[in-house]
């Protein structure tokens, strides 16, 4: 999670208390796996921190010129976000955690995360002129590689993931026939792009990451705080404003998130405590932005991972899925917002005073702030470009309209914590992308998919 994620957009009104960067940390630890890592500073926070944004920089270059194999480029990718979960993230959530301490099991788990997808890479050729004829020694690295991606998946994502995985694993275990169905297994998991370096990983690797890079960009030039005025100037002073704004703001927000817990610690922190201020009970408050913050997932142009996946499953646009995804998205929030304008009705709750709230005018000169979201929707929907292409402009266009922005104007600092964001949140995708990839690989070959 990005640090200026963590803390809180101050854009309340003076007289509501705002939660403390520390409160919203210490929530996010308890509840979010993402935000459950490892105590770096001074100069081995520094090291992570530029090791991160090298890791950006160089997939970007490899997403644009590289002319290397697929897979290759696959198991470089997924070498890396493997190294980097094994440093940022401890076996177990709500450990006590020593500063800058990494335990030896995860220094071993780390370099064998990274030899076992290397190998592929190293050993390309042999492993091509084996084919299905892997030995023993490829089957044990082939074991290994989904152990390790495994134990990540467990420490990022979760328990559920991995056990939908272990039940198709098994049924592709089943013999049905097969004369040696582990090697087999093996093989098409792990050394075909039909498993972990499978449709998912791609996706992952050539663009999906490109647009969580861009999201924590454009979350750098103070775009949230925009969305977040925006949303008091519009709906504040109505029946119940508050609850409204969340819903609003939290619409406006998922635009450039594509993130659930992102969009709920950015606008959350903020209008959970307006809600509270004005009479809602702090259970429907809590319920109120979370509910919201969910349908940044399918809140077009940026939307989660699944949908750039269901593009490239179904052969269409993405364009085309962002298209179809705006009315789902639109009933969605209009739900919520019902049903807040419904409950305050109950309660009898009335929004803030318009002396609170910010003038409309006084945004209308802070509009340049969506040019790079404007340009990057122009670019997708005429498919005149590719995907990457794209982002990687629209990103660049962000750093431009960062520099303009004189109440928030974007640094070197902020580049560095923007690429440090990307990957962190590129991180997550990644580690669910493979286990998807593990899954698919498990359908396609045994038949099932058919």
């Known amino acids: 999670m990005a640090e200026h994620e963590k803390q809180a957009v101050n854009t309340a009104p003076a007289d509501v208390e705002v939660g403390s960067a520390e409160d919203v940390e210490a929530v996010m630890k308890k509840y979010d796996r ?17 090791g991160m944004a090298l890791f950006m920089l160089t997939m970007i270059w490899v997403s644009m010129f590289s002319t290397a194999e697929g897979s290759v480029r696959r198991c470089f990718f997924l070498g890396i976000v493997l190294a980097f979960v094994f440093i940022m993230y401890p076996i177990k959530k709500n450990m006590k955690l020593k500063p800058n301490h990494i335990p030896i099991y995860d220094v071993v788990l780390l ?15 042999e492993l091509i002129a ?3 004829r892997i030995g023993t020694p490829q089957i044990i690295i082939g074991i290994i590689a989904i152990l390790v991606l495994v134990e990540a998946c467990r420490r990022v994502v979760g328990i559920p993931i991995i056990i939908v995985a272990a039940a198709f694993v098994a049924y592709t275990l089943l013999p049905m026939g097969a004369d040696k ?6 093989y098409n998991l792990v050394y075909t792009t039909n498993g972990i370096i499978g449709t998912p990983i791609q996706v992952c690797s050539t663009y999906i990451f ?3 890079l861009f999201g924590s ?22 029946t119940g404003g508050p609850a409204k704004v969340a819903v609003i703001s939290s619409a406006l927000c998922g635009m450039v998130s594509g993130s ?38 399918i809140m077009p142009p940026i939307m989660g991972a699944a949908a750039f996946l269901m593009a490239e499953y179904m052969g269409i646009p993405y364009a085309q899925v962002a298209l179809k995804a705006i009315l789902p998205a639109v009933l969605y929030f209009t739900g919520i917002y019902i049903a807040v304008h419904l409950e305050a009705k109950r309660l009898g709750l009335r929004g803030l005073s318009k002396e609170e709230l910010p003038k409309i005018k006084n945004l209308l000169p802070k509009l340049y702030l969506l040019l790079p979201l ?12 590719t995907m990457q292409f794209s982002a990687s402009v629209a990103i660049g266009i962000t750093i431009l309209v960062g520099l303009v922005n004189k109440d928030d104007r974007i640094t070197l600092t902020k580049c560095l914590d923007a690429l440090e964001a990307g990957g962190k949140g590129t991180i997550t995708v990644a580690v669910a992308c493979a286990m998807a990839g593990l899954v698919a690989g498990c359908i396609t070959s045994t038949g099932l998919a058919s």
Not at 274 to 280: A, N, P, R, V, W
């Open 34 to 50: 993402e935000s459950n890592v490892r105590i770096w500073t001074g100069f081995p926070a520094q090291l992570v921190r530029y």
């Open 111 to 125: 370099v064998v995360a990274v030899g076992v997808y290397f190998y592929q890479i190293i050993f390309k050729e």
């Open 130 to 132: 084996m084919g299905r």
């Open 181 to 186: 169905p582990l090697q087999g297994t093996i």
């Open 210 to 212: 490109l647009f969580v």
């Open 217 to 238: 960009f454009l979350e750098a030039t103070g775009i949230a705080a925009f969305f977040i005025d925006c949303a008091n100037s519009i709906a504040g002073a109505a």
């Open 260 to 297: 659930s817990v992102g969009n709920t610690v950015t606008t959350g922190s903020v209008t959970i405590p307006m809600m509270k201020k004005t009479g809602y009970q702090p259970q429907f408050a809590g319920a109120v932005e979370a509910a919201s913050s969910t349908g940044g997932q």
């Open 374 to 385: 404007i340009i990057l929707v122009v670019m997708v929907s005429t498919n005149m470009y």
